[in-house]
Every structure is written in C-alpha cells, then in structure tokens.
C-alpha cells in the first residue's frame, strides 16, 4: 500500500521561509513522478510543482517560480518543496502525490496516491 506523509508546514511570516517534505513508503519511490499540489479555502486544488523520477524534468506554476524549489532524494524515498519569499496568498493545504509513468502534469486528476496535507500560513 502507497502512503505519502507531509510534513514541514507552519505559520509563517511574510518573506519567509519553509522545506515542506514528503516521505513515501515502498521500494519503488524512485520510479514515478512526485508533485506538489495546494488548496487554499475555498478554492480549488491547484498545481504548485512536479518532479519527474529522476529529476530530469522539473515543472512550476507561474505563481511559484522563482521562490519554489521541487527536489527528491530517491535514496530516502522523500520528496521536498523548498518554499522562500512566501507570501499571504501562498497560504494553503500542501499536498504531495504520486503518479505513473514518466511525464510530469499539473492535472491532478493524472495522480493516483495523495497525502494528508500539512498546512502552511502565511502572516502578513
């Protein structure tokens, strides 16, 4: 059974920092395409950052690039999201997910396997 668990959310204020990370269980973690995903209330969930499964490719929304950085570590089976500059509308649920084969998209629909989210605030 997959099991993606976040961690690293927070309260924060404006023009800070956070390293969200996303632990996931079996052997084949190296193999699939990890995303970051985010839900602010009510708003729809919305893409944040893909990785494919070697790092190869790597994709942001244009909302985050520049401040966000997607990595993985294959070996810990972890997947991270390096988050600085945040700013209030960043505030949300953060999800991370996991999907088959070898492309990176912002569709959520395209991910099978989802965390529980971890909660980042940002304070102005």
């Known amino acids: 059974q997959v099991q993606l668990v976040e961690s690293g959310g927070g309260l924060v204020q404006a023009g800070g920092s956070l390293r969200l990370s996303c632990a996931a269980s079996?052997?084949?973690?190296?193999?699939?395409?990890m995303g970051w995903f985010r839900q602010a209330p009510g708003k729809e969930r919305e893409f944040v950052a893909g990785i494919s499964w070697n790092g190869g490719s790597i994709f942001y929304a244009d909302s985050v690039k520049g401040r966000f950085t997607i990595s993985r570590d294959n070996a810990k089976n972890t997947m991270y999201l390096q988050m600085n500059s945040l700013k209030p509308e960043d505030t949300a649920v953060y999800y991370c997910?996991?999907?088959?084969?070898?492309?990176?998209?912002?569709?959520?629909?395209?991910?099978?396997?989802w965390g529980q989210g971890t909660q980042v605030t940002v304070s102005s």
């Open positions: 079996g052997r084949t973690f190296s193999s699939y395409v």
């Open positions: 997910a996991r999907r088959g084969g070898s492309s990176v998209y912002p569709d959520s629909r395209q991910y099978a396997y």
